[in-house]
């Protein structure tokens, strides 16, 4: 690559465009953060003797000046949710990135509407969403004053929604919102319908949303107790599970819950049911104990970390960012799901042409 002349005046901005990288990516490479975000070293390499030929010198003067110009970055977070939704380092990294920008940042622990109404007296003009969004409810006319009452709460500030979940009906709440999730209806559709077609049987799940006919490939679970904890649900599901089998050939058990999965594993091994061999078990959030349990477990969840930088590139680099994104989930393949390497390839690629689809 031909380096041109050095010039003091080059920017982050300029050594992005001319290595076609993102700002965030070069930003990270100088401040010695690539390891951290993910960052190839042969990238980081590029980036650094890049910046030495062409003699640049980072502004820091000019950078704090328009870090104190610009109003707090609030980061909301809801602290009732514990099954994984949001993982304490994409938190941290966010506000680690932030800071490094010589920006305020605001962290904010709520629920949402609460939330919203502490990050606008905390004078935030942009947030960051970590809890799951849903904006399917109900019609617009039964919930007029939540909606009306929510959009006075969310006045003037620019929302960020990284866990947004998109439904087959959506009511939005939220004009000033940019959306990026999963479809997670639509990939439990598309999973279901996979396993079925592999293995011939019927798979047991939390709730369906497929047609209701005599050749629905799933059986819902819809008399789960409410009062116990996912690991006692997961030896009740265990039980259940054993119980239907008798009348109905069941190949897989999505719980949609990875503590649900750890308990459900114990008592089948403990009733000398073999994963995947006799049932493959499919699970949901993406936990790391996941991988540590007596049969590693298959499990899928949102990109956070992918939707955090997108947003963060946005916020920081004023990269440009979509309204509106459904992402194919992130899948974290074990033995549980007893799926071989081209199976997993296969399922990868039919999730992606339904993501592509649904965002078109």
Same mark, same amino acid.
């Given at each position: 690559? %031909?380096? %041109?002349?050095?010039?003091?005046?080059?920017?982050l901005?300029?050594?992005?465009?001319n290595?076609?990288?993102a700002?965030s990516?070069?930003?990270?490479?100088?401040s010695?953060?690539?390891a951290q975000?993910?960052?190839k070293?042969?990238?980081?390499?590029?980036?650094?003797e890049?910046?030495a030929?062409?003699? =640049?010198?980072?502004?820091? +003067?000019?950078r704090q000046?328009?870090?104190n110009?610009?109003?707090p970055?609030g980061?909301?977070f809801?602290?009732?949710? @514990?099954?994984?939704?949001?993982?304490?380092?994409?938190l941290?990294?966010?506000?680690?990135t932030?800071?490094?920008?010589?920006r305020?940042?605001?962290?904010?622990? @709520?629920?949402? *509407?609460?939330? !919203?109404?502490?990050? /606008?007296? !905390?004078?935030?003009?942009?947030a960051i969403?970590?809890?799951?969004?849903?904006e399917?409810?109900?019609?617009?006319?039964?919930?007029?004053?939540?909606?009306?009452?929510?959009?006075? +709460?969310?006045?003037?500030? /620019?929302?960020?929604?990284?866990?947004?979940?998109f439904?087959?009906?959506?009511?939005p709440?939220f004009?000033?919102?940019?959306k990026?999730?999963?479809?997670?209806?639509?990939i439990?559709?598309?999973?279901?319908? =996979?396993?079925?077609?592999?293995?011939?049987?019927?798979?047991?799940?939390?709730s369906?949303?497929?047609?209701?006919?005599?050749?629905?490939?799933a059986?819902?679970?819809?008399?789960?107790p409410?009062?116990?904890s996912?690991?006692?649900?997961?030896?009740?599901?265990?039980?259940?599970?054993l119980?239907?089998?008798?009348?109905?050939?069941?190949g897989?058990?999505?719980?949609?819950?990875?503590?649900?999965s750890?308990?459900?594993i114990?008592?089948l091994l403990?009733?000398?049911?073999?994963?995947?061999?006799d049932?493959?078990?499919?699970?949901?959030?993406?936990?790391?104990?996941? +991988?540590?349990?007596?049969?590693p477990?298959t499990?899928?969840?949102?990109?956070?970390?992918?939707?955090?930088?997108m947003?963060l590139?946005?916020?920081?680099?004023h990269a440009?960012?979509? @309204?509106?994104?459904? @992402?194919?989930?992130? *899948?974290?393949? /074990?033995?549980?799901?007893? *799926?071989? %390497?081209?199976?997993?390839?296969?399922?990868?690629k039919?999730?992606?042409d339904l993501?592509?689809?649904?965002?078109?």
């Open positions: 690559m %031909p380096f %041109p002349v050095k010039n003091n005046r080059i920017t901005s300029d050594i992005a465009r290595l076609n990288l700002t990516t070069v930003s990270f490479c100088l010695g953060k690539a975000y993910g960052i070293p042969e990238t980081e390499k590029l980036v650094r890049y910046a030929q062409v003699g =640049y010198v980072a502004n820091s +003067a000019a000046l328009r870090g110009c610009a109003p970055i980061l909301l809801d602290p009732r949710i @514990s099954s994984g939704e949001v993982p304490s380092d994409v941290s990294n966010a506000v680690q932030i800071t490094e920008h010589n305020e940042v605001r962290v904010v622990a @709520s629920d949402l *509407f609460s939330g !919203l109404l502490q990050l /606008r007296e !905390l004078n935030c003009r942009e969403i970590f809890q799951t969004v849903t399917a409810p109900g019609s617009k006319a039964d919930l007029q004053k939540t909606l009306n009452a929510y959009l006075a +709460a969310a006045s003037g500030i /620019r929302l960020y929604c990284i866990n947004y979940a439904h087959r009906y959506e009511t709440l004009p000033n919102m940019v990026l999730g999963i479809h997670r209806r639509k439990n559709l598309l999973l279901v319908r =996979y396993l079925n077609e592999l293995t011939g049987k019927q798979v047991l799940l939390s369906w949303g497929g047609v209701s006919d005599n050749d629905d490939p059986i819902s679970m819809l008399n789960v409410a009062n116990m996912p690991y006692e649900l997961g030896r009740f599901w265990a039980h259940e599970y119980q239907r089998r008798k009348h109905v050939p069941i897989a058990i999505m719980p949609g819950d990875d503590r649900i750890a308990g459900l114990s008592e403990a009733h000398n049911v073999k994963i995947p061999q049932v493959r078990i499919i699970s949901f959030d993406n936990l790391d104990f996941g +991988a540590y349990l007596p049969v477990l499990s899928w969840g949102v990109p956070m970390q992918k939707h955090v930088q947003v590139d946005c916020l920081l680099d440009e960012i979509s @309204s509106r994104l459904i @992402s194919v989930p992130e *899948f974290v393949w /074990r033995q549980s799901c007893g *799926f071989p %390497p081209e199976e997993q390839q296969k399922f990868e039919n999730a992606n993501c592509n689809k649904l965002n078109q």
